[in-house]
């Protein structure tokens, strides 16, 4: 709706207002000398606004939500009887062709009488919903917030009411967040368990054959549809292994030598340019993997007799493997920097060389914390797409070898759902079990690596 | 607020407190000025021989002139207000200091007669030589034996692991340890109580079988017991190692050492024999600490 907005505003101003009042009120009933009052002033303010606006928006949200839904229901019930009882593809186009009209766009068949007389009753109805929604929200607001002001005495407990409130407000906030994720996931969870049901499971996580080709027509040559995900899941293992294979090692060096070597002027310059690689878009590591890195691969074996293919597994994989070194340095360092000084100065009160100190003390006591790291790191690897799709290629095959093309869960999920496809043929329903299976793969990281990284806390605390 | 508690102080010197103050606010009340040192820094049988040694931080001149001997088989008590330099002269000592960003020691610091300031001298035989513990404990996370065994094994003190495991066990003995943990030895050494930790550390340094051992106020975190226990161990490592402790508690000092040094804002005010000291100070300053009309 066009004049939200301006709701919006109307109703920031009474709310104001109540807050203004709220408070000269206040300090009439304190007779002036506020100690007195329970809470101060302000607090009365407070609660008179938040009584103001808050009833006010919920009104209002539900409305937005609900407007359109019913304004249809009573569009379709004053439609004539044969159009109302069209199949619901047919009607929802009917429908699109009375909204045209309704903002003057061009529509799509010459509109016969019936189709107009809707389109203006379409119009009359938002009308009056508009007006309805002023009403009642700016009515409401005001309810609220002279009730809040006939409260207002000085005994009453306003800074609790308000405290109250603003939790209320906040448990709010992270309810939506973990109501969405819990939905999310659900979906997720519904749709695999219908794929399922059309490809049984053990065929899914066993298989070895991956051809996500439907037949469309039954005599359609080529297309056997098979679901086999072991392809999948080992070629994303290949491609998390070189990647930290990469990003291990000189993650952690690199962080031993931030932590421990390097002079406080060096760690102010190169911690910062470190997490730079951190904020370069996947993309870009995408299509550098892709242009630079993978012919550079092909061509470097080609030197040596290798053959290569130019989508290789290496190329993909390197570049996936230095995108995630700040990942891991960044979470290494600030292990290592947990590792409290009274054991380096014990070990260099015992005559311990630096690199005997950190490998014979640091690393031990930081190696917990930099597990966790690791681990990630490793669920970032396994997520990561960008980067695959551009460089790793399509081929699912079941290789060990890092210089051919291979394909992972996620590249798959991605081509699996572009192209046309009906929403619940397999081959859609496939990138939904891919994504159950890669969300419980991370999420088990993430639970291990959290689990490791907080026992190493409590040790030092 | 400190302000009004020196002013406090500089009228009823009688009630000031008798705990630490910082240092910034003695130097409202005394001379900035180099101090001499009386008494005799010197000892017959010195082990290390410190001239004339001055330490900065930054800007900041911590330690001023000091001159001092540690004498074999004698414990050396360090007192003095908190900020005045006692940890700063103790690092000195196996040259923690390097490890500190920002500080500078000069002067001549002579262990058995060779100066460990040379710019030659490796620290890592040093502070074998020169061992230190810390004022909380800091065993490493590893098991009781592996701290134990952690210096010989990075000096190569044992050719085989029979000789490792002697040289724990009889480090463990003379730290008064052994009975409580010989039948944990693979056990964690952070699992120990405070008391035990503190031993575990001093076990660890005298693995090392080092001539001089450096303690940072022990027994600062420790219980009575603890404490009681590590001044005896203290007595007895007497016999073979020199000891420098650094300690807060005149009691302590008084109870353990032989010979004592003053300290107060970087300058070494006083030292002497133990007894002489505590009950003859020959130095205001001395006085006035010893006597807690201040900290
Ligand atoms: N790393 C450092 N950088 C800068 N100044 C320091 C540093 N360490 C100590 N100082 C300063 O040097 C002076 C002496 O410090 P030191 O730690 O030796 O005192 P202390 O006598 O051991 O005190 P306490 O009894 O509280 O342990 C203090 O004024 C302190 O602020
Ligand atoms: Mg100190």
């Known amino acids: 709706m066009t004049q939200t907005p301006l709701l919006i505003v109307l109703l920031l101003t009474l709310s104001s207002l109540a807050y203004h009042f709220g408070r000269k009120r206040a300090f009439a009933v304190s007779g002036g000398r506020i100690r007195t009052l329970h809470s101060l002033p302000a607090y009365y303010g407070l609660y008179a606004a938040l009584w103001a606006v808050i009833p006010a928006l919920l009104v209002l949200a539900l409305w937005l939500a609900f407007e359109d839904s019913v304004i249809t229901r009573l569009v379709i019930a004053s439609l004539p009887p044969e159009t109302a009882t069209l199949a619901p593809s047919r009607l929802n186009l009917v429908l699109n062709d009375i909204r045209n009209l309704v903002v003057g766009n061009i529509v799509s068949s010459e509109p016969d009488a019936a189709i107009l007389a809707a389109a203006d009753r379409y119009r009359d109805l938002r009308g009056i919903s508009t007006t309805a929604l002023f009403a009642v929200t700016l009515g409401l607001a005001a309810i609220g917030g002279w009730f809040a002001y006939g409260r207002i005495r000085p005994e009453y407990r306003s800074r609790n009411a308000v405290e109250r409130i603003l939790k209320g407000i906040l448990i709010t906030c992270s309810t939506v967040a973990i109501l969405t994720t819990v939905g999310i996931v659900l979906s997720v969870l519904f749709e695999s368990v219908r794929f399922f049901q059309a490809v049984p499971i053990t065929d899914f996580l066993f298989g070895l054959d991956w051809s996500p080709q439907i037949a469309i027509r039954a005599d359609q040559a080529g297309s056997s549809g098979a679901f086999g995900a072991v392809p999948l899941f080992a070629g994303t293992m290949l491609i998390t292994l070189i990647a930290m294979s990469v990003a291990v090692p000189i993650g952690l060096m690199s962080a031993i030598y931030l932590a421990e070597y390097a002079s406080p002027r060096v760690r102010a310059i190169a911690k910062p340019l470190l997490e730079v690689l951190a904020g370069i878009p996947t993309v870009v590591y995408g299509f550098f993997a892709a242009l630079t890195v993978a012919p550079f691969i092909r061509e470097s074996g080609g030197l040596f007799g290798l053959d290569i293919a130019s989508e290789s597994a290496l190329a993909a994989g390197l570049v996936m493997g230095v995108m995630i070194i700040p990942f891991v340095s960044s979470l290494s360092d600030d292990v290592i920097n947990a590792v409290p000084q009274s054991l380096r100065d014990g070990a260099y009160g015992m005559g311990a060389t630096q690199s005997e100190t950190i490998r014979r003390v640091i690393f031990p006591a930081a190696l917990p914390g930099i597990v966790g790291a690791v681990l990630l790191a490793v669920s970032r690897a396994i997520g990561e797409t960008m980067i695959v799709v551009m460089a790793a290629g399509l081929a699912a095959k079941l290789t060990a070898n890092p210089f051919e093309a291979v394909t992972t869960v996620t590249v798959q999920i991605v081509t699996l759902l572009v192209g046309d496809q009906e929403f619940d043929s397999p081959k859609t329903l496939a990138a939904f079990a891919l994504g159950l299976v890669l969300f419980f793969v991370t999420l088990a990281l993430n639970v291990l690596a959290l689990y490791i990284v907080r026992k190493y806390r409590e040790q030092y605390e | ?295």
């Open chain 2, 1 to 295: 607020m400190e302000a009004q508690a020196s002013q406090f102080m500089a009228e009823n010197p009688e009630h000031a407190p008798a705990r630490r103050r910082p240092a910034e606010a003695d130097s409202a009340t005394y001379d900035r000025e180099h101090r001499g040192t009386v008494g005799e820094v010197r000892s017959e049988v010195p082990r290390m021989r410190c001239t004339a040694v001055n330490v900065h931080y930054g800007d900041k001149h911590a330690i001023r002139d000091v001159s001092l001997d540690v004498g074999k088989n004698e414990v050396l008590a360090m007192i003095g207000p908190s900020g005045c330099g006692k940890s700063t002269f103790l690092r000195c000592l196996n040259r923690m200091n390097d490890t500190v960003v920002g500080c500078r020691v000069s002067g001549e610091i002579l262990l058995d007669g060779k100066d460990i300031m040379a710019p030659d001298v490796d620290v890592v035989p040093l502070r074998a030589r020169v061992g230190m513990v810390f004022q909380k404990p800091n065993p490493f996370p590893k098991s009781i034996f592996e701290n134990v065994a952690f210096g010989p094994r990075i000096h190569g003190l044992a050719q085989s692991q029979a000789e490792l495991e002697e040289i724990v066990v009889s480090s463990l003995q003379k730290a008064n340890l052994w009975g409580e943990v010989k039948d944990r030895l693979a056990h964690p050494g952070t699992g120990l109580s405070g008391g035990q930790q503190q031993r575990l550390c001093i076990a660890r340094a005298i693995a090392i079988q080092p001539e001089v051992i450096l303690m940072d106020e022990p027994c600062s975190a420790l219980d009575p017991i603890s404490t009681a226990k590590i001044e005896q161990l203290i007595d007895e490592l007497r016999r073979n190692y020199s000891i420098c402790i650094v300690t807060h508690s005149m009691q302590q000092a008084a109870r353990v050492s032989q010979r004592t040094a003053y300290f107060h804002l970087g300058d070494l005010i006083e030292v002497g024999e133990t007894d002489r000291i505590f009950v003859k100070p020959q130095h205001q300053l001395t006085e006035d600490y010893i006597t807690g009309r201040f900290g």
